[in-house]
């Protein structure tokens, strides 16, 4: 496929891009804890720069350092000590003919207290968001002017350091959304009420950093297209916002979607298929005759492409894409797309930031880390190294050592490559993993790794080539309790069950709240199973970010799941299991005719112990080490073999 369209030359005002591709605002929190751009948070955009994306928009970056602070260590456009670092930033972005625009921020009632010294939060209206659960305090006549003021300042900075404009964020429910929206504006004075009375902080920041800036300086504005609840913003208000923008004076529209309280459409769980907020960008673009951007979920180029195609968009923004693959638009330009490391939508990238750290993700452990990990030693020498398992820490083992040029060679005692993402691929809507899955194994069959399927790695079979080490990463075996009943053949594993290897009849009992739990009990309700899922522990899903949570819950009401937490199962019978409840300590009974543990897995810590005692230098990776996710797996493999 050509992706004409994709690599097809742009302008936006004053602008000129070399494609369609953009790279959109996602936080980060790589900067200075006083907002300066570091060499972090620099090499982290200069290596999607050099990895091919047109236009680059930098994450939230806020303008007030008071009550506007949106994330620990957030990037800074308040005061002209940024203007050096932001400076360097756009010069390293620019090297490779890729534009950088400056995202202006403030999170109004979407914020915490503790992120701005235990003061009040603030927002237009004393309207609680049902996500952050704190009372913002109503801003004054004059604070409104003075945070109006403190954007142009932003935009100011931003022109100073050489950057090639801004976009005002009047999104996903921060400030200067909460202004556009009935929802959160309740005010009577010229900010609030009537239209043009909500949209007023806009014409006047927006005239005021023209007036500054001039013509050339390209200002970008992000909308929610729909706020997704009751009383918000819909698609037929934001058209007449967006038209009104455009007589403002601004040079793009970018769209999105949702509000912190319709979070799965902002920031979309797995479930979620490419292109299905098309039709809000279609809409809008119909009626302005500026460009537009718009994010649409996208993780395929044929996606994007056929966006661009069907006139959805101008341009098309690919987020935690450019997160799992930096290089994503560069491989697909170069025709090797089967090569992107995809994005698998678990949004672990948000867990990792909602838990205090910086961005991180599953797929990509150089993602966040890219100072530390910008040159791996090449000092293999053509070594061999010995890799037994072939699943998603043996197989990013075997990258990184071929990576430093030494000579991997994998042992995989099945029939294929892939290791429990074999597993992990088969329940519904899981086809963006099997995408990751089949680009990871393409990667390592294209990268002349050896490999071996079908074989047991011995011992002697090992030592024969005489390995400068060996990687165990064998995964690890169900856990199976040793409960009164649990060997019944009305008992088998998830694992069993999801490859097929078993066959449930009747209702069911899942044991086990985790993902694992949870994606069996989903995939069995879809099939018509009555399903309980029972979880010893509080609640299900733990690790998980809220939205995917969320997202389960939805659907499992749907299935009509049902869900019993605190409870332990105490034995197994022909026509049910026995519960202990962690809270009351009374015993019950439920009636079912099949149990399905998912309860996680455990090392094979024999086969590891034989190796450790033939071998110098042994390294035991994932599941083999310590039971965990994709995430866990993934970087257990790069970064020991990155230090080997």
């Known amino acids: 496929m050509a992706y004409d369209k994709l690599f097809e030359k742009g302008r936006i005002g004053s602008m000129k891009l070399k494609n369609r591709i953009v790279m959109p605002a996602m936080g980060v929190s790589l900067a200075e804890p006083g907002g300066e751009a570091n060499e972090h948070i620099i090499t982290y955009y200069e290596e999607r720069a050099k990895g091919g994306v ?58 915490k207290s503790d992120m701005i010294g235990g003061r009040q939060i603030v927002a237009p209206s004393p309207v609680m968001c049902k996500v952050t659960q704190e009372m913002p305090r109503e801003l004054t006549l004059e604070e409104c002017q003075g945070i109006m003021k403190s954007f142009v300042k932003g935009a100011v900075l931003a022109q100073r350091a050489g950057m090639d404009g801004v976009e005002l964020h009047a999104a996903h429910g921060y400030l200067l959304n909460e202004f556009l929206s009935p929802y959160t504006n309740q005010r009577s004075d010229r900010y609030g009420g009537s239209f043009d009375n909500r949209i007023r902080i806009m014409e006047e920041m927006i005239t005021a950093i023209r007036f500054l800036c001039g013509p050339d300086f390209v200002i970008s504005v992000r909308i929610s297209a729909d706020e997704f609840v009751e009383g918000g913003l819909k698609l037929e208000d934001t058209i007449k916002i967006a038209r009104t923008l455009e007589s403002f004076g601004i040079d793009v529209i970018n769209v999105s979607c949702g509000i912190y309280e319709s979070a799965p459409t902002i920031i979309e769980p797995a479930s979620y298929p490419q292109g299905w907020k098309k039709h809000l960008a279609a809409a809008i673009r119909k009626n302005v005759k500026i460009p537009v951007i718009a994010v649409n979920n996208i993780k395929e180029p044929a996606v994007a492409e056929a966006l661009l195609e069907e006139g959805v968009c101008d341009y098309v923004a690919l987020g935690r894409a450019h997160l799992a693959d930096p290089a994503w638009a560069n491989k697909v330009h170069e025709g090797r797309p089967e090569e992107i490391n995809r994005c698998i939508g678990c949004l672990y990238c948000f867990t990792a930031l909602s838990d205090g750290g910086h961005i991180k993700c599953a797929v990509n452990p150089r993602c966040g880390r890219e100072v530390e990990y910008s040159h791996l030693e090449k000092t293999g020498d053509d070594r061999p190294v010995a890799i037994i398992g072939g699943g998603p820490a043996g197989m990013m083992a075997a990258l990184t050592l071929k990576e430093r040029n030494y000579r991997p060679i994998i042992f995989e005692k099945a029939d294929c490559l892939g290791g429990q993402l074999n597993v992990a691929d088969k329940p519904i809507l899981k086809d963006k993993l099997a995408a990751y899955k089949n680009s990871l194994i393409y990667r390592v069959e294209h990268a002349g790794i050896e490999i071996h399927l079908n074989t047991c790695a011995d011992v002697a079979m090992v030592k024969a080539l005489n390995p400068a080490g060996v990687f165990i990463a064998t995964g690890g075996t169900p856990i199976i309790p040793e409960l009164p009943g649990v060997h019944s053949p009305n008992v088998m594993t998830a694992e069993d069950v999801l490859t097929k290897k078993c066959t449930p009849v009747g209702s069911v009992a899942v044991i086990g709240g985790g993902v694992t739990g949870m994606e069996t009990a989903e995939t069995l309700a879809s099939n018509g199973h009555a399903v309980t899922l029972i979880e010893m522990t509080k609640s299900i899903g733990r690790g998980l970010y809220r939205s995917v949570i969320a997202d389960y819950m939805i659907r499992f009401q749907k299935l ?85």
């Open 560 to 644: 009509g799941i049902s869900i019993m937490t605190y409870e332990r199962v105490l034995s197994v019978a022909d026509g049910g299991i026995t519960l202990l409840n962690g809270i009351t300590s009374q015993i019950s009974s439920l009636s079912v005719d099949t149990v399905v543990l998912a309860m996680g897995v455990k090392p094979n810590d024999a086969f590891t112990q034989a190796f450790e005692d033939a071998f110098d230098r042994v390294i035991v990776l994932g599941d083999a080490n310590k039971s965990g996710r994709i995430v866990e797996a993934a970087f257990d493999g790069f970064s020991r073999a990155s230090t080997f």
């Open 54 to 111: 047109g236009l680059i928009i930098t994450e939230i970056t806020r303008v007030d350092d008071v009550c506007g602070i949106g994330t620990p260590n957030q990037l800074g456009a308040y005061d002209s000590r940024h203007v050096p670092h932001l400076e360097r930033l756009a010069e390293r972005v620019h090297k490779y003919g890729t534009k950088i625009l400056v995202q202006l921020q403030h999170p109004g009632r979407e914020n």
